[in-house]
C-alpha cells in the first residue's frame, strides 16, 4: 500500500509540475488569493530556498542516497512497524523522488506554491515536511505508547 502512497504521489507532482511548465511562462504569476497565495512558475537550480544554487547533480545525488535509504528502510520494516512511521517515510520519499526527477530530467525543480511571505515551493516539497511532521508525531506519541506496551 505505501508503494501505492508513494507512486501516486509522485505522479501528482510530476503533473502538477508539468501543467505550470506547459502552460505559464517563468516568472509568470497567476493571484489565487491575492497577496496571499499566487500559483508563480520559478526554477529552483538550488536546494531549499534556493541554496546551493547550480549545484543540481550534487544535490540530485544526495537526495537519491537519502531517498534510497529510506526506501530501503521502509521495504524492511513494512510489515512489523506502526502504520504513521510507514506513511511518513512514504511521503517522504514521495517527495524526494519528486525533485529528483527534476533535478535529472530538467536541471532544475519548479516551484510554484507561492505564499508571498515564504521562499516559493511545490508538492514534493509539502510532502517531505508533512512526512517529517508525521515522523515528529510518531517519535513523541505512538512511539512512547508501543514501548511501553512492549515493557508490559
Known sequence: MYYIVIIAAVMLDQLVKYAVRSNMDLY????VIDGIFHITYIQNTGAAFSMFSGHTGVLALITAIITIGILVYLHKLKKTTHWLMLMSLSLIVAGGVGNIADRIFLKYVVDFLDLR???????????????????????FFV?????GQKDV
Open 117 to 139: 511571505i515564504w521562499p516559493i515551493f511545490n508538492l514534493a516539497d509539502v510532502y517531505v515536511c508533512c512526512g517529517c511532521g508525521l515522523l515528529i508525531l510518531y517519535i
Open 28 to 31: 509568470e504569476t497567476i493571484p
Open 143 to 147: 512511539e512512547p505508547k508501543l514501548k
